[in-house]
């Protein structure tokens, strides 16, 4: 396990260094998939998970990247062998870039939307596809009223 005592997020990234926070490097065995979708598909997706208060865990960690394209939602390790909801992509990470605790956990201008300490550890994959699913016709509905 890896450990700092001190955030360094890239001045860029909006994040400013969190004191006292400790980053943990996750093991590639335990390390979750991800899965990145378009950016307005993924915040109404947030938004449609946290509305439902009977969702067990709720919304896990989500990524932004920083020209603001997609978000990546973390799911459980595995998820990627079998995810193949159109629009979206669902990668394992093995561990690559994943360090809990920081506020900007990669290079560049990528960062948290929703960070790993104020969320559940992980969304739940089928409680994720419903709601992207939601969050596109919902999307269509409204772009149809032009």
């Known amino acids: 396990m890896e450990s700092t005592g001190m955030n360094t997020a890239p001045a860029s990234s ?3 260094p969190v004191p006292g926070v400790v980053a943990v490097a996750v093991a590639p065995a335990e390390a979750p998939d991800l899965v990145t979708v378009p950016a307005r ?4 997706a947030v938004d449609i998970i946290r509305r439902a208060a009977s969702v067990a865990g709720g919304v896990g960690p989500v990524l932004h990247d920083g020209s603001g394209d997609t978000l990546g939602f973390l799911v459980p ?4 062998d079998a995810w193949d909801l159109p629009g979206s992509a669902c990668t394992q990470t093995n561990g690559r870039g994943m360090r809990f605790g920081d506020v900007s956990p990669t290079a560049g201008d990528t960062g948290w ?3 790993p300490e104020a969320v559940g550890p992980v969304t739940d994959p089928a409680v994720l596809r419903a709601a992207l699913g939601e ?12």
């Open 14 to 16: 909006g994040a400013t």
């Open 113 to 115: 939307l929703l960070p």
């Open 77 to 80: 390790p595995g998820t990627a």
């Open 41 to 44: 598909q993924g915040l109404e």
């Open 135 to 146: 969050a596109a016709r919902l999307i269509e509905a409204a772009d149809n009223c032009r």
